[in-house]
């Protein structure tokens, strides 16, 4: 089975400074995707960034970037030039090749101070 | 807005019940998946349908259950409310089976049982 986990519970980061948010996994699979979703307040799921195992060349979507290590099944976000509204809940989430369900970890809360 | 709707936002009955939860994907999609968000258990995947078929299943309880109707959009049937059974229900859906098609979510239906 496969398990997600993000072992800090809360971060915190002041506007404009860069925080990065950890991730490990444990799987026995080869093929398998990593995720990381936003949760604002409103409660909506929204997918940030993802990664393929596959792919050695760490993903980036605009001020969002991960640091894959996949020897050491490590998965972290780093958030730059952080804003007011990245101020939410982030989960990590893992999918194998084989099947698509998303198994997630406990998720991070992140404050951003003015 | 991510082009999936589920109704109703917010349920609110008793123990012992019995609920149903709609979702209607994005046009075109034709995966269909149920999470379970609670306190307890935080983020799970309950079941997966492709084009009206199960495809896979998590942890779902005897008393739910789920189907995939013809014109694509899904339910979620939830029996013999018990007071753990209060979380927020998010449906995903994808455009085909493949783990890199992204799923998008629903904004969730939040059900409370008193």
């Known amino acids: 089975a496969q398990t997600v986990t993000q072992s800090q519970p809360e971060m915190s980061v002041q506007e404009a400074e860069t925080v990065t948010l950890s991730c490990t996994y444990d799987?026995?699979?080869?093929?398998?995707?990593l995720f990381w979703y936003k949760q604002p307040p409103s409660r909506q799921m929204i997918l940030v960034i993802r990664q393929e195992a596959y792919k050695q060349q760490n993903a980036t979507e605009n001020r969002f970037s991960v640091n894959f290590q996949k020897a050491a099944k490590s998965f972290s976000l780093k958030i730059s030039d952080s804003q007011l509204g990245d101020a939410a809940m982030y989960f990590c989430a893992f999918a194998t090749g084989a099947n698509s369900k998303l198994t997630f970890g406990k998720g991070i809360t992140l404050s951003v101070r003015p | 807005d991510s082009g999936v709707t589920q109704t109703p936002k917010h349920l609110i009955t008793a123990t012992g019940q019995r609920v149903t939860l709609r979702c209607s994907p994005r046009s075109g999609d034709l995966s269909v998946y149920w999470y379970q968000q609670s306190l307890d258990q935080g983020l799970q995947f309950l079941i997966q349908y492709y084009n009206g078929e199960e495809r896979a299943k998590g942890n779902i309880l005897e008393r739910f259950s789920a189907q995939q109707f013809p014109d694509l959009h899904s339910e979620l049937n939830l029996s013999s409310l018990e007071l753990g059974d209060s979380a927020l229900y998010f449906c995903a859906s994808s455009t085909g089976l493949a783990t890199y098609n992204e799923q998008f979510f629903g904004p969730g239906t939040r059900l409370t049982v008193l």
């Open positions: 799987t026995s699979e080869s093929d398998y995707y």
